[in-house]
């Protein structure tokens, strides 16, 4: 159970606590407009900066130097290079720092430092600001800072210019969490006047305080209950299924809470869901819909709803750009963004079949069954099936190893998604003899 250990004892929640204050005044001193558009710009990269060093270290270079190197790059290329060029630049440097990771932890067979981890953690948001941004600049949504590197402007002029990029890239309420701020909601947030700034308000944070408390002490009795169980190595048959149920119980608890922690933080500077959006800017979404989550009978309902900026990242640059395939090729994309341990390319990849299996079982079921004792039985057996599904994605996601895929695999829990691949592969030759 190491790796469930490390997982729940991660301090990224005392980081984020930490910075809290800091977001608070900030929104004050905008709201009292004590700050120039400049000096926000500074606070909030000064932020970043040091609550980096603080959780990571000496690592945090590995977040800053990409971060350099996307401005650079922002303020040199045209629109319709930036985008591939800032793409092709951080997903390899992310690529090669989990490649570190993969060779401390397979080959050395050495337990990484907890800062290490944090920082991974926060190279993989940043990419979603990289990405979001060059996005951004290549559709005309945002303009590119003039001139270029090459022009014959002076240094300070330079560094005026590409202040937003840098305080954007590692502005601190979103370095270690927190759904995926876009750039133009960033700078209408940085820029606005204090009249429409927005006030915070006492209960709404009190109300998700009680929410992280309540996931807190579930989180704790049911750590509680997986501790004394016989976990994956030891289960046996039909134990097996009950083993991955609550294990997976426990990731999301930790899930739900560390997004509301996130959300919080970002509501407390003034990023949230008060600020008001820009035209053709999709709107604030928070990461955590814990009552779709928890009772929704759709696989693919669930996919949208995990993590949602993410999900909505991944859809706007994999998903919507994909001409054959682009579930896949977005599934595939995510695995890689993660890591590519062998428990994610698994996972991610049950995750993508699942899916398009859940689609079809739901419209041929749509068009069959009409009496509602009929309905009421499909949605509770397709609830029960989806959340243990979820269960064995989530499991081979998160413990990664191959030793401990392999037995995932060969327990009883492969049931659930074999029969949605049986199901998957009969509708499809029935749908292709109605067609």
């Known amino acids: 159970m190491d790796w469930l250990q490390q997982f729940f004892l991660h301090p990224v929640s005392l980081y984020q606590g930490a910075a809290f204050p800091f977001a608070l005044l900030f929104n004050y001193l905008c709201i009292m407009d004590s700050f120039s558009t400049r000096a926000r710009y500074l606070f909030l990269l000064a932020g970043g900066g040091a609550l980096a060093l603080a959780a990571m270290g000496s690592f945090a270079l590995l977040v800053f130097i990409p971060a350099f190197c996307t401005v650079v790059l922002v303020s040199s290329l045209g629109p319709q290079e930036v985008h591939r060029q800032t793409f092709f630049f951080q997903m390899s440097w992310q690529t090669l720092c989990h490649l570190g990771l993969h060779y401390t932890e397979y080959y050395l067979q050495e337990t990484p430092s907890t800062r290490f981890y944090i920082t991974l953690s926060s190279l993989m948001l940043l990419t979603q600001r990289v990405t979001s941004l060059s996005l951004d600049i290549c559709e005309g949504k945002v303009e590119a800072a003039g001139g270029g590197i090459q022009s014959r402007s002076s240094l300070s002029e330079h560094l005026c210019k590409a202040l937003p990029y840098f305080s954007y890239l590692l502005f601190f309420p979103a370095l270690l969490g927190g759904p995926l701020c876009s750039f133009q909601r960033f700078q209408a947030r940085v820029q606005g006047p204090s009249s429409l700034c927005s006030r915070i308000s006492f209960w709404a944070l009190t109300w998700r305080g009680l929410q992280i408390l309540g996931l807190e002490c579930l989180k704790v009795a049911l750590s509680w209950v997986v501790s004394e169980g016989a976990g994956l190595t030891g289960c046996q048959q039909l134990e097996c299924i009950y083993v991955m149920w609550s294990t997976a119980g426990l990731f999301k608890l930790t899930y739900y809470s560390h997004w509301i922690l996130d959300d919080s933080l970002l509501q407390a500077a003034g990023f949230g869901s008060g ?42 640059l994999i998903f919507q750009h994909s001409r054959g395939w682009p579930l896949l090729q977005t599934f595939a994309f995510s695995a890689w963004w993660h890591g590519l341990h062998p428990g994610q390319v698994l996972g991610f990849f049950c995750w993508a079949v699942m899916v398009e299996a859940d689609y079809l079982i739901h419209t041929f079921a749509n068009l069959f069954i009409r009496s509602w004792p009929m309905r009421l039985l499909y949605r509770a057996l397709t609830w029960v099936h989806t959340q243990l599904i979820i269960a064995y994605i989530m499991l081979a996601v998160e413990v990664r190893s191959l030793s401990s895929v392999w037995l995932l695999c060969n327990s ?14 009969l509708l499809l030759k029935t749908k292709h003899k109605f067609n």
Do not use: V
């Not at 928890?294 to 909505?312: D, G, M, V």
């Open 275 to 316: 600020l008001s959006s820009s035209p053709g800017e999709e709107g604030y979404i928070p990461d955590a819909d814990i009552w779709t989550l928890e009772t929704t009978h759709r696989i693919s309902l669930f996919t949208r709803k995990w993590n949602q900026s993410t999900a909505r990242w991944l859809r706007r």
């Open 412 to 425: 009883y829990n492969s049931f659930f998604p074999m029969m949605y691949c049986i199901l998957l592969f």
